[in-house]
Nanobody, 113 residues
Framework: QVQLLESGGGLVQPGESLRLSCLVS????????MGWYRQSPGNERELVAE???????TYAVFTEGRFTISRNNAKNTVDLQMNNLKPEDTAVYYC???????WGQGIQVTVSS
């Protein structure tokens, strides 16, 4: 059973930074992609960024170079560094391993002055 545990969310002011982390535990195997999605009230869950096992990355347009996804395969972790946060980045952020259709419980990020 694979489990994902997110950490690092919270309340910040516009222009500030946050770093989200996700730990993958359980029966992991193979070369799996990892990703971050987000969902705000009234909207569908959307891709933020994905990273392959070898480190190739994909970003949503709205990240605009502000976000960086990274992973540590030895530790089974994936991080999302978010800089210059905007109020519209407010959402619940989810970590996922698409190959296994596994999602974390989600972590709240609120950007407000």
């Amino acid at each position: 059973q694979v489990q994902l545990l997110e950490s690092g969310g919270g309340l910040v002011q516009p222009g500030e930074s946050l770093r989200l982390s996700c730990l993958v535990s359980g029966s992991t195997y193979g070369f799996y992609d990892m990703g971050w999605y987000r969902q705000s009230p009234g909207n569908e869950r959307e891709l933020v960024a994905e990273i392959t096992y070898s480190g190739e990355t994909t970003y949503a347009v709205f990240t605009e170079g502000r976000f960086t996804i990274s992973r540590n395969n030895a530790k089974n972790t994936v991080d999302l560094q978010m800089n210059n946060l905007k109020p519209e980045d407010t959402a619940v952020y989810y970590c996922t391993v698409p190959l296994w259709s596994v999602w974390g419980q989600g972590i709240q990020v609120t950007v407000s002055s």
